[in-house]
T-cell receptor, first 114, second 116 residues
Framework: ETAVFQTPNYHVTQVGNEVSFNCKQT?????MYWYKQDSKKLLKIMFS???????VNETVPRRFSPQSSDKAHLNLRIKSVEPEDSAVYLC?????????????FGKGTRLTVV | AQKVTQTQTSISVMEKTTVTMDCVYE???????LFWYKQTASGEIVFLIR??????ENATVGHYSLNFQKPKSSIGLIITATQIEDSAVYFC?????????????FGAGTRLAVCP
C-alpha cells in the first residue's frame, strides 16, 4: 500500500519553464529523498533531507532545488528545465537516514521536456 | 566509492521455476547493507529483502532468498516457484554504514520475464 504520494503523475513542459513536483509521506519518517530514474532505468539519488540536514548529490545541477515545509513533505523545483531533465522523478522516505533502514518509494512523476 | 553492478540485463524463465539474479558490489566499508527492490510495470518500486553484512545467515522472505557471498562481494537474489506477477525489473542496492552522504546506491537492474 502506497504511503509516499507524489503529484503530478505526468508533466509535459517546454524548455526553460519552471516546474514543481510535490511529495508527501504518511509513514512518520524522518528522512526523505528525491531520486531520478532515466530512460535506461538507472536510479540516482539527487537529495537526502531530514529535519536537520539537506545533503545534495554534487552532480545535481543548481537549477534543481528541494523545498520542505515539514518532515512529511519534500517538494522538488526545477527552475529552468532542459531536455536532459526528461526522466521519472521518484520521491522516497525512510525512518532513519542511515543503516539498514528500508526506503519506501512513491510512484514517481514522469517529466517530459519538449 | 560504493558501486553496485548487475550484469544480467534481462532474464526469461518459465512459471514455477527458480531464478537467480546476480549482483556484485564494491565498498571500502567493513559494514554495509544490501537490498533488493522490485519495480513493477506501473513504475512502483517495492522493497523485497535485505542482508546486513555482519550476518552470516542468508536472508529469506517468502519465496525470496539471498545468496550472500561476502568474500566475492556478491549478493544474489533467488526467487523460487516463480509466478507471472514476478515479472518486473529487480534492483540490487547498497548502503554503507559510514560516509558523509547517506545514499542507497542502485545497480542498473535486471528485467525478469516469467512466462506461462
Amino acid at each position: 500500500e502506497t504511503a509516499v504520494f507524489q503529484t503530478p503523475n505526468y508533466h509535459v513542459t517546454q524548455v526553460g519553464n519552471e516546474v514543481s513536483f510535490n511529495c508527501k509521506q504518511t509513514l512518520g519518517h524522518d528522512t526523505m529523498y528525491w531520486y531520478k530514474q532515466d530512460s535506461k532505468k538507472l536510479l540516482k539519488i539527487m537529495f537526502s533531507y531530514n529535519n536537520k540536514q539537506l545533503i545534495v548529490n554534487e552532480t545535481v545541477p543548481r537549477r534543481f532545488s528541494p523545498q520542505s515545509s515539514d518532515k512529511a513533505h519534500l517538494n522538488l523545483r526545477i527552475k529552468s528545465v532542459e531536455p536532459e531533465d526528461s526522466a521519472v522523478y521518484l520521491c522516497a522516505s525512510s525512518a532513519k537516514d542511515r543503516g539498514n533502514t528500508e526506503v519506501f518509494f512513491g510512484k514517481g512523476t514522469r517529466l517530459t521536456v519538449v | 566509492a560504493q558501486k553496485v553492478t548487475q550484469t544480467q540485463t534481462s532474464i526469461s524463465v518459465m512459471e514455477k521455476t527458480t531464478v537467480t539474479m546476480d549482483c556484485v558490489y564494491e565498498t571500502q566499508d567493513s559494514s554495509y547493507f544490501l537490498f533488493w527492490y522490485k519495480q513493477t510495470a506501473s513504475g512502483e518500486i517495492v522493497f523485497l529483502i535485505r542482508q546486513d553484512s555482519y550476518k552470516k545467515e542468508n536472508a529469506t522472505v517468502g519465496h525470496y532468498s539471498l545468496n550472500f557471498q561476502k568474500p566475492k562481494s556478491s549478493i544474489g537474489l533467488i526467487i523460487t516457484a516463480t509466478q507471472i506477477e514476478d515479472s518486473a525489473v529487480y534492483f540490487c542496492a547498497m548502503r554503507e554504514l559510514s560516509g558523509s552522504f547517506n545514499k542507497l546506491t542502485f545497480g542498473a537492474g535486471t528485467r525478469l520475464a516469467v512466462c506461462p
